[in-house]
């Protein structure tokens, strides 16, 4: 199945939004509002690969919600890492075929929790 121009659109803004956030160009924060705006739309038409999207874009939540709640400025390395995986999945994660090309769902909590902020 392909994409209509709309969803195509919308698929392209979310790597563009990725991209922006790689260039320094958006805080995680607006980051993370963007995903989801853009998301929404596909909540209802192919809710499989929303739920799949959710699961991406919880990492980026969690670890920046446990940035927040430990008072720290920076991510730590691990946790970059985490979020340089999870935006790499978002990446090639494409509607229609629900997969990423990469090793997506390997994001287990317990290890977004370890990797949230540095010491």
């Known amino acids: ?18 991209e922006d956030y ?10 993370i509002f963007n995903l989801t705006s853009l998301a929404n739309f596909f909540e209802e038409k192919d809710p499989v690969w929303h739920e799949r999207f959710l699961e991406f874009w919880g990492t980026l939540e969690i670890l920046n919600s446990l940035r927040i709640v430990s008072n720290k400025t920076d991510f730590s390395q691990e946790a ?15 509607p229609r075929n629900n997969q990423s090309s990469q090793n997506a769902g390997n994001f287990p909590l317990k290890s977004i929790f370890s990797a949230s902020v540095g010491h």
């Not at 199945?1 to 563009?16: G, S, V, Y």
């Not at 790689?22 to 980051?31: E, R, T, V």
């Not at 995986?85 to 978002?90: D, P, Q, W």
């Open 1 to 18: 199945m392909t994409l209509n121009d709309f969803e195509a659109r919308q698929i392209l803004l979310m790597k563009e939004t990725i």
């Open 22 to 31: 790689q260039q320094d160009k958006l805080d995680i924060d607006n980051l």
């Open 80 to 94: 970059k890492q985490k979020i340089d995986e999870a935006l790499n999945n978002l990446s090639n994660y494409s």
